[in-house]
């Protein structure tokens, strides 16, 4: 607020009051109330978004908070890009350069890659296809990390009065004629500590297989690429074949999806089994559609392990990406035995 | 002990009225008040304050940190009386001095003329859920600023209104026009010796939604419009501006173009890309200029323009041509009250010609559109600007607004796919400035199935402003897409098919009445042909439904080798009340259902 600003760290005191400030001064709050609980914690640059060349240069368009732990190493902080998501540091700026401010001087440094695990997203679907074509399901989304806070920030980034169609149109993406039944997103979304985010939905899809007399052609939901929002990979578009320089995701990534559909008796899934694999150090993926008993269970794995992507990286994370849209895609056939 | 009961059931309605509306709400304004003076010299006095209840993170984070005040301050001057955030601790915190700064208004950057406004910020501090906010401030405006003391307030704000107060102070001698739309509220008028004063008080306003499809202009929304003056549009097009003068740079492009282009139309067209494509557009609403426009002359100088600007720049050149036009603005049907006008309601502004017998066709000083944007607009008035006279308004006409293909197709046993499909359009889905400005377009008006590549030749059967006819022969070497070991053929998709208007993401739930676009008949009649080498797996599909909303019909009949495909369309009802869009969709789930958009096949 005012002129005069530039690099200066408000008191403490006037950011309590003022309860607001920019990142500069959240950072210092942070500071305040961490050197008040007895930690060593001092302000440090960094540049969301973009790179830091190594040139002592101001490369800086953000601010936050380092504190040393008990091993002496220092942890990065930030104040500002965390409210409402599950992690102290936004995974969003990991392989970020930063400088830190510290009494006995920093280098440039770079933020570790966060395991894809940390951001989970995981949406689990039990359905059943009625002979008419229909689909009545309910489906488990849960998410951590930075794909909890895209889930989550249906709620936290918007009115209230929208929640409820915030994810019912996740739905009507996907087939328009969807019903949502029943949506539970527990106690109060906006209580991130309390756990992940987690979504149980009812839903029912009329017409939504095509039913002839012996066929039945479909799309497992869970398939579909709900949730895209939480699912930057999938806005890629992987015709490109190859590419020159690095690429970005805004974070590394872990997708499971799960759907166990019960067929209408006395119809087989034409293929019996799909599997589509990829494999590489950067992105892997495992997708698998087979036919169990009455059931056809569908389960991908897309396991996307960076923010920022080399070149070489482009390959194995187009193939992940086309295999999860592979079975987007392509609808199941059945036939009638 | 009966009246004591009856007391206890209003109180207990009232309070759990207001917990519904907090229930759903991120906020609440537990008093709003505007108030709008003039005074006895000429000079106005906007004075507004409120009372606003955080109540989530949303709120306190993101929504109210922040308050915007714009104002020209060659004609205003702000002051701000109060900015304070009572804490949930009863911690009174007044934003502190460095909380008040001003800026650039958002749309008014990259446009010196109006660099000179300004926007206050004012930084709430102190704020969390539970807090609640008191802010104050009064903009006070020279004589003769405003053309007169004028109004255009819709009553729901970003959150719900516990009261709501709206006050117009007059002097005595004095006396306000004002229209309360969409409300039945009575305005108490009394006088306090120096004033008349109109007071409305409202309780319980609900908020603005973000439902999609409320109506245009949102004049079905509560909205009270008010103004002093009966000879407001009088004294706007009394400008130097309106005399449609140009200088010699304008006369030689207008030449330059009429040594290329002998059809009224067509220089009109061509006068219209310039003045849409070469000339920014600037946002800035014209009541913070006090409606005063800038001359043709300074606006082809400058380079930029508002859109009632760029409208006289368009008009002076069409007239320097000898095109016979006039500019108008758009407003929502029933704005005029006993021919007072309220320019503030203007929403559109566009320049309308006069084509003679081609009858009269608007077109917009800041985009290109397909059609003349104000086919099918029933809802909706065009207000004549014209110097000297008295505002005249002009009725817009719902026309018959078709999307209408009769096609017969023939697939071979590569996949490749030829015939005939005849198309219309009509009334606001006859893309007839489109074509007019480039008749191959023609070519690209399939939106699905087809692709302008598809398109062997065609012939343009009929072309008038309100009716297209065109004759394509389709070639097609690539129609059906295979997966899974069968193959899919997409149907042809017309542009204006409903379909493609958004409707797919309509929620359940819905509180405001929808508008759509405008009412429509489509229809699709295709006879496609199979080879002996492929059968159909699509079924045979018969559906019928008939509702408050419309008719959609949708047939899939195999005749031999040929399916037959029929798909009709109607939609009747312009606005749907909410309890009536779940009909609505009814309608919409059967027509945008992919399985009755696609014919699935099987190469035997």
Known sequence: MGPGEGFTLHKGEMTFLDRCGVCKDKAGMLITMLRAAGFESYPAMTMA?????????DQFNHSVTVVKTHDGKYKMLDPTWVPFLRELWSSAEQQQGYVMGVPEGADLLYTP??????????ITGTSELKSDGSLEGDLIVTAEGQSDGAIRCNFTGSAKSDWKSNIEKELLRIAPQAQLLALDYGKDPYDYMAGPILLKIKYRIPDYAVVTADQIVFTPFVASNLFRGAQGQLSFNTTLKDRKYSFTDRCSRLVELKETVKLPVGFRFDRGKINMHSSDAAVSSDGKLVQQGQNLEFTFKGQYNKRIYEARDWEPFR????????????PVVLIKQ | MKIFIISLIIIFCIVNGLSAQEENADALFLKQRKEFVLNADGSMDYNYSHQLKLITYLASDKQYGESFIVFNPAFQQLSIHKAQTTMVSGRKVKSPDNAF???????????????????MVVTHTGIEPGATVDFAYTIHSKRDFMPSLMGNELLPATAPVRELEIVVKVPLTQSISYQLFNNKTNAIIKSDGVYKIYTWKFSNVKALTHEAFQSKDNRLLPRLSFSTGKLTIEMITAQPAFALEVNDAMKAVVET??????NPLQIALHIQELVVGDFSTIAVPPAYTGFRLRTPVEVWNSNYGTEPEKALLFAALLKQAGINCIVSAAAFKGFMDNQMANPLLFSEYYVLIDFGKAGNIALSPIKLNDQNPLVSQPNRELAILTPGKGLKTVRIDQEKNQVQLDGKLILDDNGKTTGLCNVLWSGIMQPYLRIMRNEKAVSGLFTDGINTQDIKTYIVNENKPLLLKVNYTIDKSDALHESSGLYYMSLPQLIGDAALWGLSELPTTRTESLELPVVTDQEYNLVITLPATVTLISPDIKKNVKNSAGTVEISFKKEGQAVVITRKLSLSTLVLKPEQVS????????????NYRQLILKKI
């Open chain 2, 101 to 119: 700064n001003e800026v650039l208004p958002q749309f008014a950057p990259n446009a010196p003329a109006f660099n000179h406004l300004r926007e």
């Open chain 1, 49 to 57: 978004g973009s790179r830091i060349d190594y040139i002592p240069a």
């Open chain 2, 583 to 594: 009909d609505l969709k009814v309608l919409m789930n059967v027509w945008f259902n992919k």
């Open chain 1, 319 to 330: 193939l992940a990406v086309d295999n999860q849209n592979f079975f987007a895609l392509n």
């Open chain 2, 257 to 262: 173009i009429k040594t290329k282009e002998t």
């Open chain 1, 113 to 122: 890659v966060s395991d894809a695990a940390n951001h989970y997203l995981r």
